[in-house]
């Protein structure tokens, strides 16, 4: 313990630290000096206890030692013998005889005394000081007035009785007041509750009845379309038909042009023949000019007809025209003015989010294509479906063939919209996040930064798309390590969401719920966590309603927060609600409620049940190989689950099985490298250990050791508990034992 005796003016902190826990004839106090005689003060502005004489050297120890310890508590009060004397009532002879020792004062002096020092110095001494003083009075009493030190003994048996009365009194008072503050809060909560129901069940009533108006609005759009393609056969008939009688009508009008050739040609041959025969020039020239006036007239009728019949086809070729750009609008989808997409677009984004992820990419891909035809590539809706199919092939699990499809959009946007459009933006943003995904967090961090450099510059600090853009930046800040990192950035960006966005934005409450992650992650304060999860929730709650996706994603954040935290059954129990919650909203195929479900059974597991853990890893297992597929992640994550728990149920050589069919899988799905991959390699070197091999353990480790060192860094938590996992096994195969 330090020295206090250097610090002359801490009288009262000395007494505390240095009380002695026994014995009767020691210094109790602490060590505070007794008050000097006059050569010896220090300071003449402070008033000290004078005392008459020493104390006699021929009084018993107990007695001695209660003076003297009496005289020390006195040293701590700023007054004189007779002030002090008359503060109490006393006269100063009495005050005298008890620090002298010659008489042994009452409890409650003794109490007087100490409360009063505690008074002027600010300092109260510790309950310890206390009772070695009470029982150094009681000893003293006991050698000069046995009797006295009975009753004594007596009366602080009561005055212990009545704290320990008035102590359960305050605290049953104190528990009442929390009681009444928790029922409050319960009957607002409750009040909130109803109130939320209600603007949800409003919700619900004001969708159906959308839904009902859009497919009536698509049962009529179905009808015009019909006809409209009805019509246009028709009118494709009658084109077509009037380009036959056009032919005919040229046709025609050729062999009446060759026919008034040849009729010129007869009239001149006449008109020759008319200069040789006077007498038969009149009825020769009759004869030629009605024939020729007959074939003129039949060629300017030829000429109308033709002259018609081209009119009514160029008509019929504008009446085409317009209905085939009428049939073009009415194939082009319309807006979905909530998701800022065309219809078809938003539908195979709702079939996503439930899901569907196959027939959402089919429906994409016919707008697509459709669009394509009549727009080109680089029409700004076909490049917009190509990201949503790049997202939902990510989704899908499919993270290589997503990035690769975005790089390639990423090129054609470039070219297109140039470097400064919010769509190229967006595509890099995405772009960014699936690399992460993909096993690379470091190259998401690299690609965050130069992306959040570009939106400042062409959007500003305060736009939402840089405050977002900021978000997904720590987060793979703490996903490569930076736990502290991550955590200060969330800490600096949250002022800036509140004060541009407001509180109650999306982008604010996200950034708290990642502060709230982080923070766990770096100062292990799960307590603390959950408390402002609770809060955050409340505010969900309030702003979202309780079937938000927000809200929904923070209580299975706060239930695995509380089994952390040493509440494995009350984890367990949490998601048993929140499942019940998902499944009824989302239904029993959508992945988040395939999460719930995993999580639920990870903490029956971990609440001390790994057999029952291990049969609902069983049946989550194949639901999502039959909604996900075999080499979707959160397949894999699925089997990885299995086998630990198979393992912990007592088959450790069934879960080394289970972990090597699954590294084969995960190297070919997701390479060697990526963090899942090596956490596999983990986990079957723990098993093997487990299983009776221990030097295979420490070797495997060892291998894991050096990839992570490689991939993740030496002070990545991942590189150092791999690093004491390899040391532990090593150990272990030295004793010559398995793992107890």
């Keep these: 313990m330090p020295d206090q005796e250097a610090s002359s003016d801490r009288d009262g902190r000395a007494a505390e630290a240095r009380l002695p826990a026994v014995p009767a004839a020691r210094d109790v106090t602490g060590g505070v000096p007794a008050a000097p005689g006059p050569a010896g003060r220090r300071g003449c502005g402070r008033r000290r206890v004078e005392f008459a004489g020493d104390i006699d050297e021929d009084l018993p120890a107990p007695v001695r030692a209660l003076a003297e ?38 409890a409650d002096f003794v109490e007087r005394l100490l409360d009063d020092g505690d008074l002027h110095t600010g300092r109260p001494v510790t309950t310890e000081t206390r009772e070695a003083l009470r029982q150094l009075h009681r000893a003293a009493l006991h050698e000069a007035r046995p ?36 029922e409050a809060t319960a009957d607002l909560l409750e009040e909130r509750l109803a109130r939320a129901t209600e603007r949800a069940e409003q919700g619900f009533v004001e969708v159906r009845r959308a839904l009902e108006q859009a497919r009536t609005r698509e049962a009529r759009h179905s ?8 019509e246009r056969e028709e009118l494709r008939a009658e084109r077509d038909d009037l380009r036959e009688r056009v032919a005919r009508l040229e046709r025609a009008l050729r062999r009446a042009k060759d026919r008034a050739v ?50 009514r086809a160029e008509a019929l070729e504008q009446e085409m025209a317009r209905l085939l750009l009428a049939r073009r609008d009415q194939e082009t989808p ?4 909530s998701e800022g997409r065309p219809a078809p677009e938003a539908d195979a984004r709702e079939l996503g989010r439930r899901g569907d992820f196959t027939g959402a990419r089919r429906k994409l891909r016919a707008a697509m294509v459709g669009r394509r035809a009549t727009h080109g590539p680089d029409d700004p809706q076909v490049l917009a479906a190509r990201y949503d199919l790049a997202q939902l092939r990510g989704e899908a699990g499919d993270l290589g063939g997503a990035v690769a499809a975005l790089e390639a959009l990423l090129l054609d946007e470039l070219r297109a919209l140039g470097p400064d459009h919010a769509d190229v933006l ?15 967090p470091a190259h998401a ?10 939106r400042r510059h062409r959007l500003g600090a305060d736009h939402p798309d840089t405050l977002t853009t900021r978000i997904d930046l720590a987060h793979w800040r703490g996903e490569a390590g930076d736990a502290t990192g991550a955590h200060a950035a969330f800490e600096d960006l949250l002022p800036d969401a509140l004060r541009v966005l407001g509180p109650d934005d999306l982008v604010t409450l996200a950034t708290r719920h990642n502060l709230v992650r982080w923070r766990g992650e770096v100062d292990g304060d799960l307590a603390g966590a959950v408390a402002a999860l609770d809060a955050l929730l409340l505010d969900e709650l309030r702003v979202l309603g309780p079937d938000h996706g927000g809200s929904l994603g923070t209580r299975h954040l706060l239930a695995r927060l509380r089994g952390e935290a040493g509440d494995p059954a009350g984890a367990a129990a949490a998601f048993e609600e929140l499942l019940a919650d998902r499944r009824h909203r989302l239904g029993a195929d959508h992945p988040d409620t395939l999460t719930a479900r995993s999580s639920l059974a990870r903490w029956r597991g971990e609440a001390g049940d790994p057999a029952g853990a291990a049969a609902l890893f069983e049946g989550v297992l194949a639901d999502r190989l039959r909604v996900l597929g075999p080499d979707h992640p959160k397949t894999l994550s699925t089997r990885s689950s299995l086998a630990h728990w198979r393992g912990a149920a007592g088959d450790p050589a069934g879960a080394v099985a289970a972990f090597e069919g699954l590294l084969a899988d995960r190297l070919r799905v997701l390479g060697p490298d990526h963090p899942k991959t090596l956490g596999t390699r983990s986990s079957l070197a723990h098993w093997r250990g487990a299983a009776g091999d221990p030097a295979g353990a420490a070797a495997a480790f060892q291998g894991v050791f050096a990839d992570r060192l490689r991939v993740l860094g030496a002070e990545h938590r991942k590189t150092r508990s791999t690093r004491q996992a390899r040391d532990h096994w090593r150990e272990v195969a030295a004793r010559g034992r398995p793992r107890p």
């Design 262 to 311: 040849a009729a010129e040609t007869r009239c001149t041959a006449a008109e020759h023949r008319l200069e040789q025969a006077e007498e038969q020039a009149d009825e020769a020239a009759r004869q030629g000019d009605s024939e020729r006036t007959r074939w003129e007239t039949a060629a300017r009728a030829a000429e109308a007809a033709k002259a018609a019949a081209e009119a």
């Design 147 to 182: 009797n006295a030190a009975r009753l004594q003994a007596l009366r602080d048996e009561v005055a212990v009785a009545r704290r320990r009365q008035d102590e359960a009194e305050d605290t049953v008072a104190v528990l009442e007041e929390e009681l009444a503050t928790a």
């Design 334 to 337: 319309l807006e979905d003015r």
């Design 223 to 230: 009808v015009e379309l019909d006809l409209l393609v009805e």
């Design 426 to 440: 967006g595509t890099r943003h995405l772009l960014a996040r699936l690399r992460g995904e993909a096993g690379d």
């Design 445 to 454: 961090v690299a690609a965050f930064e130069e992306l959040l450099a570009d």
């Design 69 to 106: 310890n009496l005289r020390m508590q006195a040293a701590r009060l700023n007054d004189t013998m007779t002030g002090y004397a008359a503060s109490l009532h006393r006269n100063r002879s009495t005050l005298s005889r008890w620090f002298s020792g010659q008489e042994i004062p009452g």
